[in-house]
């Protein structure tokens, strides 16, 4: 049975800085990649960064390029989102994604969800 479990979020003040985690388990982690997305109340969920199966090649929204950094750990099945200088804007629910052939940018690309976990900031 595949698992995704995202941990972390939290109420953060504007400016503050927030540590994602999701733990991948039921597929073999580390030849897929893996990404983060988030989905704010109203709005269509929306991709935030993603990597390929080592982690080397990263891909991030325009609107987080900067301040998001995303990383992974195969000996952990753990893929992380280290999110600095966060704003109002930031806040939604996250979603973790697993299972794409490279780690792009769409969500169709991903088998895999996790049940999310929600980050609020605060002005």
């Known amino acids: 049975q595949v698992k995704l479990v995202e941990s972390g979020g939290g109420l953060v003040q504007v400016g503050g800085s927030l540590r994602l985690s999701c733990e991948a388990s039921g597929f073999t982690f580390s030849v897929y990649g893996m990404g983060w997305f988030r989905q704010a109340p109203g709005k269509e969920r929306e991709f935030v960064a993603s990597l390929n199966w080592s982690g080397r090649t990263t891909n991030y929204a325009d609107s987080v390029k900067g301040r998001v950094i995303i990383s992974r750990d195969n000996n952990k099945n753990t893929v992380f989102l280290q999110m600095d200088s966060l704003k109002p804007e930031d806040t939604a629910v996250y979603f973790c994604?697993?299972?794409?052939?490279?780690?792009?940018?769409?969500?169709?690309?991903?088998?895999?969800w996790g049940q999310g976990t929600q980050v609020s900031v605060s002005s």
């Open positions: 994604a697993g299972g794409s052939s490279y780690g792009g940018r769409l969500r169709e690309e991903f088998q895999y």
